[in-house]
């Protein structure tokens, strides 16, 4: 899970053996990715032990702050969250990651937006990954494959890093050796050609 970042000295598992990319939430084949990737920004160690990923933050004295930047819709928000929740190890409440969920559903509807010349949902995705920005999340995560044809926009729109969960996944897969994998989503975020412009030449086949 990209989730599995906000844990600040956590053991959380990862299930190197899915290779079909899930609409609606993460698979566990993108946390290695995530972590990876916030490596390079020096907010964390990475180590492989087996099937498991540890990390501590450098100096242990700074905890990420992740942003979802939700609504699209509410229930993968609250399956992100949830997962979030059910995949951190902690003896407490003060344990778990701090997390911000703006479930923005004044976003319009992205799939009528790309394939139907629906309203543009691009203003209020900025509007909400803005407000989180503002209240101190340190990245954002979008739940929302759709939703990743305005990645480029929202990426502009603030200073802090917004993970690409599909981008992610295909890093992951191709980490892993794997050169086909099953994609189960809804017309939108087929139609759109989302997952086929990320994977291409990426040497992973879609089987859709």
């Given at each position: 899970?990209?989730?599995?970042?906000?844990?600040?000295?956590?053991?959380?598992p990862l299930?190197?053996?899915?290779?079909?990319?899930?609409?609606?939430?993460?698979?566990?084949?993108?946390?290695?990715?995530?972590?990876?990737?916030?490596?390079?920004?020096?907010?964390?160690?990475?180590?492989?032990?087996?099937?498991?990923?540890?990390?501590?933050?450098?100096?242990?004295?700074?905890?990420?702050?992740?942003?979802?930047?939700?609504?699209?819709?509410?229930?993968?928000?609250?399956?992100?969250?949830?997962?979030?929740?059910?995949?951190?190890?902690?003896a407490c409440?003060?344990?778990?990651?701090?997390?911000?969920?703006?479930?923005?559903?004044?976003?319009?509807?992205?799939?009528?937006?790309?394939?139907?010349?629906?309203?543009?949902?691009?203003?209020?995705?900025?509007?909400?990954?803005?407000?989180?920005?503002?209240?101190?999340?340190?990245?954002?995560?979008?739940?929302?494959?759709?939703?990743?044809?305005?990645?480029?926009?929202?990426?502009?729109?603030?200073?802090?890093?917004?993970?690409?969960?599909?981008?992610?996944?295909?890093?992951?897969?191709?980490?892993?050796?794997?050169?086909?994998a099953g994609?189960?989503?809804?017309?939108?975020?087929?139609?759109?050609?989302?997952?086929?412009?990320?994977?291409?030449?990426?040497?992973?086949?879609?089987?859709?």
């Open positions: 899970m990209a989730l599995t970042l906000l844990c600040s000295r956590k053991r959380l299930d190197t053996r899915a290779a079909i990319c899930t609409v609606g939430g993460f698979g566990a084949l993108v946390g290695a990715r995530v972590l990876y990737m916030l490596a390079r920004y020096s907010y964390i160690m990475v180590d492989l032990g087996g099937s498991s990923f540890f990390w501590q933050f450098w100096q242990g004295g700074y905890t990420l702050y992740g942003g979802i930047l939700g609504g699209m819709g509410p229930l993968a928000t609250a399956d992100l969250f949830q997962k979030i929740t059910l995949h951190t190890v902690a409440d003060q344990a778990h990651p701090r997390v911000c969920t703006d479930s923005d559903t004044d976003i319009a509807d992205r799939t009528a937006a790309l394939l139907h010349g629906g309203e543009d949902p691009v203003p209020e995705m900025i509007k909400s990954a803005k407000r989180l920005e503002s209240i101190g999340a340190d990245f954002l995560i979008m739940p929302c494959n759709t939703a990743h044809n305005y990645y480029e926009q929202v990426c502009e729109a603030v200073t802090i890093p917004v993970l690409h969960m599909i981008a992610l996944t295909r890093d992951a897969l191709k980490e892993r050796g794997v050169k086909c994609l189960l989503a809804t017309d939108g975020t087929v139609q759109t050609g989302i997952y086929q412009r990320t994977f291409e030449q990426s040497g992973v086949a879609l089987l859709t």
